[in-house]
């Protein structure tokens, strides 16, 4: 498994592909914190808070993780090397952790670059320091786990069709639905207590949630079973091409 995740991580950072994908990220984020005028821009604002980093960065993730994943499996499927893969000594479910551990790998280098909007931001601050660090780092690993999950969506879609454009559309809907679909669904009029728990069903009130800086287990366990989730989709759809 860990050859196969270096070959993974490899085809990323070899290729132009990890490098395009981390500075389309970091370029497009920070045009709209620092640059373009508008309730986003950090030096508009007059404070010191990164919160329109987090407030954007999961929407730049939601097409970005998808251009990035959608040719793990359709590529595979449509040149015939998925074939080739199985057959050698690793199960479904390690095939589909490494590609999905390498998708996260990336997904770190994309933010750890970030942290300098940290320092800049700190040191901005009037006084000097005058940033929520708690909530900021809270945030950080709230998009760390948003951009995990993210991931395995990306991966589940990518193992369904040979077409990596449909792989791509298909990750882009998921993500967006799981992400602010189920807070649309709760604002239909359902009784209070279904459409909180609707609610919770969405990525983003648990991303919210961890962003306020505080790591509440119901939110990180509700991450890990979704990205769980869609890994055992992975690995159903995989499995189905031997029925």
């Known amino acids: 498994m860990f050859s196969l995740l270096k070959k993974e991580i490899n085809s990323f950072l070899g290729s132009l592909i990890g490098y395009i994908a981390i500075l389309v990220f970091l370029t497009s984020l920070g045009l709209f914190i620092w640059v373009f005028p508008g309730d986003t821009n950090i030096l508009d604002s007059g404070y010191s808070s990164l919160g329109s980093f987090f407030f954007i960065a999961p929407w730049v993730f939601l097409f970005l993780i998808p251009a990035i994943t959608m040719k793990s499996f359709a590529d595979e499927m449509k040149t015939g090397t998925l074939e080739l893969l199985i057959t050698k000594p690793l199960s479904e479910i390690e095939i589909i952790l490494a590609k999905f551990f390498a998708g996260v790998v990336l997904v770190l280098f994309s933010l750890i670059p970030a942290i300098i909007y940290i320092y800049s931001v700190y040191e901005l601050g009037n006084p000097v320091g005058n940033l929520d660090l708690g909530a900021t780092w809270g945030s950080y690993i709230g998009l760390l786990l948003l951009g995990s999950a993210y991931v395995a969506i990306g991966i589940f879609a990518s193992s369904v069709t040979e077409n990596q454009i449909i792989a791509f559309i298909l990750a882009v809907f998921l993500c967006f639905f799981f ?44 991450f890990l079973s979704l990205i769980t989730f869609f890994i055992l989709l992975t690995r159903t759809k995989l499995s189905s091409r031997k029925w």
Not at 204 to 214: A, D, K, T
């Open 179 to 222: 992400f602010v679909g189920f807070d649309s669904i709760a604002g239909l009029g359902f009784p209070n207590f279904l459409e909180s728990l609707i609610i919770q069903l969405g990525i983003n009130e648990h991303y919210l949630s961890i962003s306020r800086g505080v790591i509440d287990s119901r939110d990180v366990i509700y």
